[in-house]
């Protein structure tokens, strides 16, 4: 008999995960920046590290890199302390690292919620435009329900800034450091209780948080204290159909790390009408 279990024949795969590099916004702007530099190479380099001229026909690099650097995701523990230290928001979620979160957390049946309209709302420099409660009951009344264990995806647009050069500056550092600029459409508190309520364990945006840019920590403290998981640093979501398609994160395994870098993917049937891949 055939054996259809990884037949994907019907399907593309649409790669949802950013390019990090040194000249793409990849960091949080208040973290060790991403940093790659030869070690090993096919012939001698002018170089100020590494061995720089391989002893074989080969080479390699090394990478200093954030954890939320990228496509990433937060771990409980990146917000939630251990149950045992006496900190506000300690819970037994505090001790969940991201080498211990389940991997079926981070993947499922999903949704994607086009905000993207926010983006021109008149809020203050600096600020995040909220993405509400309503807005999700409003796309629910036209797309049909969330159902429970669903991940849903929030469409931003912002990953327009994700790019080099001076609209790079765009993507997190002006809003956040500068308040220079409006900041990315973020869910507020009662979006996110209300996609818990409704059993959504995972949620992913296009920009660089869920957390808005002028409070950033209450999303964070309400949702990774429930269980919840937060995929940041999407792209690639206009891409995708409102629903019907599975997404996938799978993160670099590290032991006691606070959430991950690592690549995000949709599964979708080739008969959805969505624009090819670059």
Not at 88 to 100: F, R, V
Not at 242 to 249: D, E, H, L
Request: one cysteine or more; proline letters at 7%; charged letters at 20%.
């Amino acid at each position: 008999m055939e054996n259809k279990l990884l037949d994907f024949t019907n399907f593309k795969i649409v790669d949802l995960s950013v390019t990090v590099s040194e000249s793409l916004p990849s960091y949080w702007p208040t973290h060790m920046p991403f940093s790659s530099r030869v070690w090993n190479y096919y012939v001698s380099l002018e170089e100020k590290q590494g061995h720089v001229l391989s002893s074989a026909p080969y080479q390699t690099r090394f990478w200093i890199i954030d954890e939320h650097c990228g496509t990433h995701f937060d771990a409980p523990t990146h917000f939630i302390p251990p149950d045992d230290s006496g900190l506000p928001w300690a819970n037994a979620l505090g001790s969940q690292t991201g080498d211990k979160v389940p991997l079926n957390e981070l993947m499922g049946s999903a949704v994607c919620i086009d905000v993207s309209s926010l983006i021109s709302s008149d809020v203050p420099l600096g600020e995040s435009p909220w993405i509400t409660a309503s807005h999700i009951q409003n796309w629910e009344s036209q797309h049909g329900v969330i159902n429970r264990g669903e991940v849903v995806l929030f469409h931003t647009g912002w990953a327009q800034y994700y790019v080099e050069g001076e609209d790079g500056e765009k993507y997190s550092r002006r809003p956040l450091i500068h308040q220079s600029t409006v900041a990315w459409p973020a869910p507020n508190l009662e979006a996110i209780l209300y996609l818990h309520e409704k059993g959504v364990r995972c949620i992913g945006i296009d920009a660089p948080s869920v957390g808005a840019a002028h409070d950033g920590a209450p999303a964070h403290q309400e949702g990774l204290s429930r269980g919840m998981r937060y995929v940041e640093n999407l792209t690639g979501l206009d891409k995708l159909p409102t629903r019907g398609f599975a997404f996938m994160f799978l993160p670099v395994k590290v032991k006691g790390s606070t959430g991950g870098p690592g690549r995000a993917i949709a599964i979708v049937k080739t008969t959805e009408e969505i624009a090819e891949v670059e």
